[in-house]
C-alpha cells in the first residue's frame, strides 16, 4: 500500500548541470515523500501540504531522508582488502595485495561468502546503485548477483577481463578468446535479468577490463566489437583512466610505453594502435565511465565530456595509494559528470559521503587558483544524482522527483552521538538559507554507517544477507 515517509529531505532536483547545482537543491525541514505500491514516488513536499487522498496513509518517521547514495566504483574482489599494506603505489599494491585475494575468488563457498559480505557491507552504507568492477571467476559473478536480487539492490558489474599481466595476477588471465567468450556469457545470462529493459532493470552488465595494461591491441579490438552489438542493448564499459604517474615506471608511462600512444584514453577510443591510430570501435558513450582521472590531458577531458562518459572520482583511493587528485576545476569546467566511487579496496571507506568528505578536504587543499571549497550542493550531487547520471539511469534514480522509483535512505541521528552532537548543538547562521546549507554540509560530512536507519530501492526496504 502507499507509504508516507516523514524526515528533513534533502535532494537536487531536476537534471541540472554542474554549474547550476545550488537552485536545485531541495530542503523540506518537515519533508514527506510518498511511496506507492510499486515503489514509485507518488508526492514530495512539505508535510503540512500532504495531499488528502495520502492522509490515511502509514507514515515512518526520520530525522533525515536522503536519495540513495550511488557507488560509482567499486571492486566486489577487493572486499576483503580494504586497508591492506603493499608498501608502494598502484602497481606494486596490484601485485602484493591484490591479485592474490582476488584469485581466492575461484573458490565458490569462498565467493559465496564474498557476495554476502559484499552485499552487507553495501546496505551497511547506504549504497543503493553501484558500478561494481567485477571478479575474474564467472562462478563468483553469479554468487554477486544472486545476492544482490535477493537483496534488492541495483548493480551494474562485469567479469575483470585480464589477458596479460605480472606472475602475480595468473590466476586471474585467460586466453584472449575465452575472455570474449566469459563476457559474452555473462551478459547472456545476466544482463537485465529482472526485467528485460535496460532502462527499468536493477541488475545489468558491462564489459569491465581491468585497465588497457590487463589487455592487449587484440583484446580491446575484440572488446569494441563486441561492445558494437551489446551496447544497443545498454550494456555498459568500465575501467580504470590515467590513475598513478609516478615518473619512469608508473601506470601512465608502462600504458603510453607498451601501446606506443600519445594519450592513455585513446586505447579505450579504438586508437590503440602505435601514434593513436585507429585499430577498432570507440568503448567510450553515455553508458561508459572511467574511474580516477587524475591526470588527464586537456583533449582526453574535452574527449570524455563530448562522448557522455563519465569519471568516478575516488579522491579516498587516490590518497591511499598516493596518486594525487583528479583537478576538481579543471575537470568540471569541461562539462564531464563526476560522480564518486569509494574504489573499494584502495579506497579504505564504504560509505559515499565519506568519499564526498575526503573530495571536500583534497580539493580545499589544491594549490593556488585550483583550490575550491566544494558547495554542499556538489557533495550531495556527487553521491547521488550524478551517479545515476553516471550509470545512465537518471531517468529512474538519483533524487526524489515524482515519477522516479522510490531509492532512499533513513537516518537517525541518535544512532551516532557525535552526528547528533553536531546536528543538534553545533552553530548555525542566523540567514535560513545558509544555516540550511550549513546543516546539509554537516550531515554529508558527519555521517557514518550506524546512523543509516533504513536503506529503500523501488520502496522496499533492502535486507541483508546472513554472512
Ligand atoms: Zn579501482
Redesign the pocket.
Known sequence: MTHVYRAHIFHITGSPSQADLDAHLVSLPDGALVVSEDGEILWTGPFAELPTMFCDAPVTRADYLLPGFVDA?V?YPQSYATAAHGGGQLLEWLDHCIFPTEAQFQDAGFADRAARYFTRRRIAAGTTAAMV?GSAFPVAQDALYRETLKAGLRIVSGRGVQTVGPPAAAALLTSEDDAIALVADEIDRWHAVDTGDPRTARVQVGIVPRFSLSVTQRTLAALGELYEEAQLHGVYFHS?LNENNRKGDGEIAAVLGSYGVEAYLDTYDGRFLPGSRSGGRSLLGRRSSL?HAVHCQPRELARLAETGTSIAH?PT?QLFLGSGTMPWRATVETGVNVALGS?IG?GDEWLISRVAGDAYKVHISELGDAGRALSPAELLFAATLAGARALDMEHAFGNLDVGKDADFLLIETARWEPLEGMLSMGIRAEDEQQATLEELFTLMVGLRQPAIAGVYVQGRRAVAPEL
Open positions: 566504483h571492486h568492477f580504470h574511474a575516488c583511493s574504489d584502495a
